[in-house]
């Protein structure tokens, strides 16, 4: 059906859309550079795209970039940096969000 994959031509025009400004290419870039899928793995440039996304108010993004955050990949862990990322995409339905803060916020009352 369609195409074989091709995680390296899918980076080359992700990074078409991402570099015009797209936030949904951009947070998809940033995924294939957190996994290593197209391209070397990086999770500094995973946290660079999921940024760029995030300030655009990609929802997915902002809770890709609380991973980022909460897990201390591709930069210093911050829980208060995770939490004011997934609440952002928690305030936009984002469900992954919604759970990660309860997991946080359980975490939190056990301590």
Known sequence: RG???DHKKAVEWWSKAAEAGNAAAQNNLGVFYD???GVPQDHKK???WY????KAGDATAQTNLGVCY???RGVPQ???KAVEW???AAGGGNAAAQNRLQVL?????RQ
Do not use: I, L, M
């Open 3 to 5: 195409v074989p994959q």
């Open 35 to 37: 996994n290593g899928q």
């Open 46 to 48: 995973a946290v660079e």
């Open 51 to 54: 940024s760029k996304a995030a």
């Open 70 to 72: 909460d897990n201390g």
């Open 78 to 80: 911050d829980h208060k």
């Open 86 to 88: 997934y609440s952002k």
């Open 105 to 109: 916020n359980s975490k939190k009352g």
